[in-house]
């Protein structure tokens, strides 16, 4: 098993980034999702390990890295991601969820090479679902971290929106969960940042035809089991570009990148072996 090298890096405005690579050169960068522990992607990056080097990192707001700044915005986002480009001279970007975001906006305006992504969260045509900002914010102002949990989830979690529960027993839910685990630990963390990203992507409504500047390859994979609009952000994304390779991954949810099945690998190694 590959180890894990750690270390801080500086970015251009002075905060502090936790970098964890497994294995040593060049390799890919992976931007991680809003409220996901970077260590939940430490399956997939050793399942990739053996293609390339694969480099994590806690994005502002969690883990070993500093807090957001006040002007918190897209190009914060961009600046910390070209620090750890820099930083190990990589330049593949692998993207999730909100990090996948990131990864399509580095696409257009970052000097890489390729990127990768999984259910990336862009807010084409106003797909995703961000009416329950204005309740999460105000939950996370009061430092009631279970209840922005709670809002959060009942929009974007499949279980939890097809069975709706009471507010008491969705508030002990999430407690529990908060408070016994590992992931729910950092969910405390890391709600005020969750609070920003939604922000960030509620005042964003792009259009699928953006992307059609982006002029490296672009490998997007979409879980047959995510929310449907990851599935239609990846789909317009793919329209636009007809050049980029598109995927759904059978029997796959959001959460897949965190036990990753060897159709997800598989996809991923071959878009990377490329880079080699």
Do not use: K
């Not at 692998?94 to 890489?112: D, K, N, Q, T, Y």
């Not at 050049?243 to 990753?260: F, I, N």
Request: glycine share 10%.
């Amino acid at each position: 098993m590959v180890a894990v090298q750690i270390r801080s890096i500086r970015t251009a405005d002075g905060g502090s980034l936790r970098l964890y690579s497994y294995g040593s050169g060049p390799g890919a960068v992976l931007a991680g999702g809003s409220l996901i522990r970077t260590a939940a992607y430490a399956r997939f990056a050793r399942g990739l390990s053996a293609t390339l080097p694969i480099h994590l990192y806690d994005r502002r707001g969690r883990g070993g890295s500093g807090p957001q700044p006040a002007d918190y915005s897209m190009e914060t986002e961009l600046a910390d991601l070209q620090a750890v480009l820099d930083a190990t001279g990589s330049s593949v970007v692998l993207g999730h969820s909100f990090g996948g975001g990131i990864a399509l906006e580095a696409a257009l305006r970052l000097p890489v090479s390729r990127v990768a992504v999984y259910d990336p969260a862009v807010n084409v045509g106003g797909c995703l679902p961000t009416s329950m900002l204005p309740a999460l914010t105000a939950a996370a102002a009061r430092g009631d971290h279970v209840g922005a949990v709670v809002v959060f989830s009942r929009e974007i979690d499949p279980v939890m929106a097809r069975v709706p529960l009471p507010d008491p027993a969705a508030r002990a839910l999430v407690w529990s969960v908060a408070h016994l685990t590992r992931d729910g630990h950092a969910w405390r963390e890391m709600v005020p940042s969750l609070a920003h990203e939604l922000a960030l992507l509620d005042g964003s409504r792009e259009t699928a035809e953006r992307y059609a500047g982006i002029a490296v390859p672009l490998l997007l994979l979409a879980g047959a089991h995510s929310p449907g609009y990851f599935r239609t952000i990846a789909a317009g994304v793919a329209a636009a570009l007809p050049g980029s390779t598109s995927l759904v991954v059978p029997r796959a949810g959001h959460g897949a990148l965190h036990r990753p099945s060897e159709v997800i690998l598989s996809a991923f190694r071959r878009f990377l072996a490329q880079a080699a």
